[in-house]
């Protein structure tokens, strides 16, 4: 009962932010926009999308460095069905499926590994933030700009980095001091049953091994290179299908959108499906004077472009690994406890998909 409410409330939110994205919206413009778009840019745009994931990936193969080699072939596929699993149900599950593939495929701690997505995460957030503040030094939108809207994209990008940089600050200090942890942990687990209290000191103590890269920096440091090369990537993406569509953009205002896309794909909705259409064009028009059907046009091939192709190849993976999708449904409400080295102690989803 509780899922069904749970689905019903997500579906809401989606229609919701789209009905808010579509209104007045001439869509016989909208198309018309569509089909009168550059086919070159287009193009070059969905090139610039895949190398985004490749991106991603590299620096994935390096956050698990500290933890053995990891093939990129694996990391590759872990993360299609991980961004697969995420655009087509809520809550983001595809962040549990992804290192729980990898993990089973490599030989790692499960626990580890989802600690380096904590870590990535971070990582992208510090990453964004500083693009953004140098996209908004340099080149702020011009007097056109609503006023409201620039002050709450400053305002948010402030609360942001500084919860930022507090998460990366409590990783490092967890990751320097373990044994602290492992201390705060048993305090913590000595008011549950034992077997309860084991399977949590477990966690943690492989948890804080995925921590390991904080104590690499030159590793760490070389991650955040990649983060920074991941997100400008997906700033020339913008670029390139804001201008297709005839909106002429500053780079700098490629980094604005970016960062509200950002927050519209944080909305829980599969794929961020409304909250990234609504994102995208709010910042178009207040901000960079888009006209409405344009920026209705482009947030529509822009989400497309960033989330079909992975979808569909993700799917393809998740068929080739046993994940069917009659294991979504545990998938979703799942909240494994990750056992030892590519195992879990709870059913994973590539092992309920083999069983149905």
Sequence with gaps: ???????????????????????????ERVAAAVGGARRDLLVAALVATGATFV??????CRLLRPLGTVRFRSAFRATMMGFAATAILPGRVG????????????????????????V????????????LGVAVLTGPPGREADAGLLAA????????????????????????NPDRVTRAVD??????PWRAAGALRGVASRFVDGFAVLRARRVLLVAFAWSLAHWAAVAAVLWLVTEAFGVALP???????????????????????????????????LLYGAPPAAAVAAALVLHAMSFLPVAVLGVVYMVQEGIRPSAFRALASA??????????????????GRRT
């Design 1 to 27: 009962m509780r899922r069904h409410l749970r689905a019903a409330a997500v579906l809401a939110l989606a229609v919701g932010l789209l009905a808010f994205f579509l209104r007045g919206a001439d869509l």
């Design 55 to 60: 991106v991603r990936v590299i620096r994935w």
């Design 95 to 118: 962040e549990l499926l992804r290192p729980y593939v990898l993990a089973r495929r490599e030989g790692l701690s499960a626990s580890a590994a989802l600690a380096t997505i904590v």
């Design 120 to 131: 990535e995460r971070l990582l992208d957030v510090i990453a964004v933030l500083a693009l």
């Design 153 to 176: 994209v400053q305002t948010g990008a402030a609360v942001a980095g500084a919860a930022a940089v507090a998460g990366l600050g409590a990783a490092l200090l967890a990751a320097g």
């Design 187 to 192: 305090r913590a687990s000595a008011l549950l």
């Design 251 to 285: 780079v700098s205002g490629a980094v604005v959108l970016m960062g509200l896309t950002v927050v519209g794909v944080a909305v829980p909705t599969p794929a961020g499906i409304g909250g990234y259409h609504a994102a995208y064009q709010v910042g178009a028009t």
């Design 335 to 352: 909240r494994p406890e990750p056992g030892r080295a590519g195992t879990s102690t709870a059913t994973t989803p590539a092992a309920e």
